[in-house]
Structures are given as structure tokens and as C-alpha cells.
């Protein structure tokens, strides 16, 4: 059992938050969402705020004036968590990502994480996006400061999502698949299925508990 931390941005994927939470909670883990105003957007939050599993950024920023002692909610969520798994991952938080900028709670979470624990990336984008080559810049970037050395710029994508998940010892990226995307594109983009995000979990999970 452990404390999983799904952080959800603004794909469509997003509509299966829910269907996350409920797949990592009935693996037997505790689970919190941390999820961008976008990724609202695709799912009802009612639910998860209704058990206190969902943190937006309205929580970091109440309206009213900070004062000492007051919660820092991604400083929290960073404590508490055992994993991050950011999916639906999309573009925009990917780039974020891979330069550190923090300007909502879950991205303040990433940039304040702390690098010997696990995360697990599944990205969703539209398929002119994920074969855009920025995409393949912030992987590249990500995996290297995960400790998976240089990895070359040429690779196919399947090629440079296997080296980095043979050779990261935290990071393991879910790659999108192939289906018809919300857009009306039939292309690769797609969020990886429900089940194989939390394969994907479980694997590393134990990988860290055995080091
Ligand atoms: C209907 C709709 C669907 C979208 N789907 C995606 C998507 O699947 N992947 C993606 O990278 N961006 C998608 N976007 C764009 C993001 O929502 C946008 O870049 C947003 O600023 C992301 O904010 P966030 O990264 O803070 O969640 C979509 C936007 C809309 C309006």
C-alpha cells in the first residue's frame, strides 16, 4: 500500500480521473488528486472534493490573506505521497515540467518533489502535438535529470519511451496509444488505458521498495 498522487491537466483524458481513482484505490492505496482549473474542465470534481481526496488551486489560494501556520497544500502533497502519477499529462504541463516552472499546485508539487521517489508520466495530446518536437525535447530533458543519461535524439518514440524506462530509476513513462482521439483525429495521442497506468505504478512501486 502506498500514497499515490495522481496529478490530472487539461486533456480530454481527464475524463478518466474518476476511473483512476477508483482503479488505485481498489489496488489498496491511498489516493489524492492534485488537478489543474483545465483538467475541471472534463471531469465532475464533486466526488473526489466530497471525501477530501481532490486538491485544486483554490486550495493553495483561499481568497483570503495567507497567515502563518496556514496549510502550504503542495508542500502537503509532496510530503505525503509516495508516487506521483501525472495523467492525463498534456502538452502544456509537460513543457512545465521539463523547465521547472510552477505556477499551479501541481506543478509547484513537481518542482518540489523530491527526485528518489517515483513518478510515473502517462501523456495525452493530440496526435500533431505528441509528434511535435517538443514533445520529444521535454522527454529527453525529464528523463535526464531522472538519471537515464543522454538519450539520442533520433530514437522513434516507442525506442526513446523504452530507453528511458530501462534506464531512469524513477521515471516511467506510460506512452499513448493509438484510437480515435476527441478531435476527430484517428491517431497516436490517446491516454494509455486505465489498467496499464497502474501496472505501470505497481511495477515501480515495488522496484523502489526492493532497492
Ligand atoms: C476540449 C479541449 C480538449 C483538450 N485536450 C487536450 C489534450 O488532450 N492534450 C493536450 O495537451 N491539451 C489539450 N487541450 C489544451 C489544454 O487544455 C491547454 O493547453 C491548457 O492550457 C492546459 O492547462 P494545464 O496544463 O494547466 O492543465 C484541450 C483543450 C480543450 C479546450
Known amino acids: 500500500m502506498a500514497n499515490v498522487l495522481i496529478g490530472a491537466t487539461g486533456s480530454?483524458?481527464?475524463?478518466?480521473?474518476?476511473?483512476?481513482?477508483?482503479?488505485?484505490?481498489?489496488?489498496?492505496?491511498?489516493?489524492?488528486?492534485?488537478?489543474?482549473?483545465?483538467a475541471t474542465y472534463f471531469f465532475d470534481p464533486a466526488p473526489l472534493r466530497a471525501n477530501g481526496?481532490?486538491?485544486?488551486?483554490?486550495?493553495?489560494?483561499p481568497g483570503t490573506r495567507y497567515e502563518r501556520g496556514d496549510a502550504v497544500r503542495h508542500i502537503e502533497l509532496r510530503n505525503w505521497a509516495?508516487?506521483?502519477v501525472l495523467a492525463p499529462?498534456?502538452?502544456?504541463?509537460?513543457?512545465?515540467?521539463?523547465?521547472?516552472?510552477?505556477?499551479?499546485?501541481?506543478?509547484?508539487?513537481?518542482?518540489?518533489?523530491?527526485?528518489?521517489?517515483?513518478?510515473?508520466?502517462?501523456p495525452a495530446m493530440n496526435t500533431l502535438m505528441w509528434e511535435h518536437p517538443f514533445?520529444?525535447?521535454?522527454?529527453?530533458?525529464?528523463?535526464?535529470?531522472?538519471g537515464a543519461g543522454h538519450i539520442p535524439a533520433h530514437l522513434a518514440d516507442d525506442a526513446l519511451i523504452q530507453q528511458i524506462n530501462d534506464r531512469s530509476p524513477t521515471l516511467r513513462v506510460?506512452?499513448?496509444?493509438?484510437?480515435?482521439?476527441?478531435?476527430?483525429?484517428?491517431?497516436?495521442?490517446?491516454?494509455?488505458e486505465v489498467p496499464d497506468i497502474v501496472a505501470a505504478v505497481q511495477a515501480i512501486l515495488a522496484k523502489a521498495k526492493a532497492a
Not at 523547465?99 to 506543478?107: A, E, F, K
Not at 514533445?135 to 535529470?145: F, I
Not at 493509438?178 to 478531435?183: M, P
Request: charged share 20%; aromatic share 6%; glycine share 6%.
Open 82 to 84: 509516495d508516487v506521483f
Open 89 to 122: 499529462l498534456d502538452a502544456n504541463t509537460l513543457a512545465k515540467l521539463a523547465v521547472g516552472l510552477c505556477d499551479n499546485c501541481l506543478t509547484c508539487v513537481w518542482r518540489a518533489w523530491d527526485t528518489a521517489r517515483p513518478v510515473v508520466l502517462a
Open 174 to 192: 506510460v506512452g499513448p496509444i493509438t484510437k480515435a482521439l476527441a478531435c476527430g483525429d484517428t491517431g497516436i495521442g490517446a491516454m494509455a
Open 53 to 61: 481526496a481532490l486538491v485544486l488551486d483554490s486550495d493553495e489560494w
Open 135 to 146: 514533445t520529444r525535447r521535454h522527454l529527453r530533458a525529464l528523463a535526464a535529470d531522472a
Open 12 to 38: 480530454v483524458a481527464a475524463v478518466r480521473v474518476p476511473a483512476l481513482f477508483d482503479a488505485f484505490t481498489a489496488a489498496g492505496h491511498a489516493v489524492k488528486v492534485v488537478a489543474t482549473d483545465a
